[in-house]
């Protein structure tokens, strides 16, 4: 197969003719039609978040099952699929539960195993982690619900359980903050967006936020100004000392603030207002993905065009140029969307 490989960290990664991965007993292996392009696979790249080398990039895909391990018992060849970027075992008791995006045993293609920039992916315990895509869902879409958007759904239902007319904040609004924008719209609530860049603005606003706050400082007492008394639901998007600070600052009594930026480096212990946690008794929860079992929801707001996932996708490319769009997720590239990987595209690429 071809695939995408880099053999060192920061190291150019080439395409390259790879052995076809091995279908495990109880997984599926997957002909991938599209692939999203993260900054998580970016920071892998890096060696910010240690991978085994060398390492196919990729974790938001979604394809064609074409060979079924023994054990799989609800999966065909044929079927259109796609799968959480967290796999769980399927024997722990948090895969029992359905809760796979903790699994202390997960797997993550393109960290934890070969990834999907690649004709070929594997996914294992298929039964747990696979999830059978509607017809009319075409690849790009649900490449595109694979990372970001799946992981601000779950931050915005099971976590924030926003309702209609509940004030929501989203503090920053790159591509996890603009799906939750989108999402919260579709849920019935009113949100606030807040973000640096005047664009990442403009574009919430398209999106359907009803008051956007230019960050800083300030913005935590702005969108308590704006929303009566304070956000019902604040995620902090970003995973700054600032935004994960501002996000619990500017809930009402018995808000929700949910982190679903990741806080690395000097913002992995940000000094949050604890008295203020007490004072108003809000609850904070963290977000790591969402496992297949929750899928169906979403997926239903989909197909009822709630969601458009689509209209997150900046450009759609071909797998020849996907080392220049992994080497492109280290620039600042504001509001630029999502880089959707298309294979067999004819074309080297186009911009939607
Ligand atoms: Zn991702
Ligand atoms: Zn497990």
């Known amino acids: 197969m071809h695939a995408l490989r880099y053999d060192a960290y920061g190291a150019t990664p080439s395409l390259l003719e790879l052995p076809d991965p091995e279908c495990p007993d109880d997984g599926v292996l997957v002909e991938v039609r599209a692939t999203g392009v993260c900054r998580s696979d ?11 080398l060398p390492q196919v990039p990729g974790h938001e895909f979604a394809g064609v099952v074409v060979a079924v391990g023994d054990r799989v018992a609800r999966h065909r060849v044929g079927a259109r699929v796609t799968a959480p970027f967290v796999c769980g075992c399927g024997r722990c008791s948090f895969c029992a539960a359905g809760d796979a995006q ?56 099971a976590h924030g359980r926003v309702g209609p007319g509940d004030w929501v904040a989203v503090h920053g609004c790159g591509g996890a903050g603009l799906s939750a924008v989108m999402i919260a719209v579709a849920l019935g609530a009113r949100v606030v967006a807040v973000d640096v860049s005047p664009a990442a603005l403009r574009l919430a606003r398209e999106l359907g936020a009803e008051v956007v706050v230019e960050g800083g400082p300030d913005a935590a007492s702005q969108v308590v100004a704006a929303t009566d008394g304070g956000a019902h639901v604040s995620l902090d ?28 480096g000097e913002h992995a212990t940000p000094p949050l207002p604890m008295g203020l946690v007490v004072a108003r008794e809000l609850a904070i929860h963290g977000s790591h993905g969402m496992s297949a079992r929750d899928y169906p929801p979403m997926l239903d707001l989909v197909a009822s065009g709630a969601l458009q996932p689509r209209r997150l996708v900046g450009s759609v490319i071909s797998l020849d140029r996907a080392a220049e769009a992994l080497a492109a997720m280290g620039r600042p590239a504001v509001a630029a969307g999502l880089t959707v990987i298309e294979m067999g595209r004819a074309d080297r690429t186009s911009y939607e």
């Open 42 to 52: 970016w920071h892998a790249w890096q060696g910010h978040d240690p991978v085994p």
């Open 102 to 157: 903790v699994c202390p045993d997960q797997s993550q293609p393109g960290f934890t195993m070969p990834g999907s920039f690649a004709e070929l992916v594997a996914v294992p315990a298929a039964d747990l982690n696979v999830v059978v895509l509607p017809d009319d869902l075409d690849f790009v879409s649900a490449a595109a619900l694979g990372c970001r958007f799946a992981t601000s759904y779950r931050a915005l239902t």
């Open 237 to 264: 998007a970003v995973g700054t000392t600032e935004t994960a600070v501002g996000s619990v600052s500017c809930l009402r009594p018995r808000g929700r603030h949910v982190q679903v930026g990741l806080l690395l």
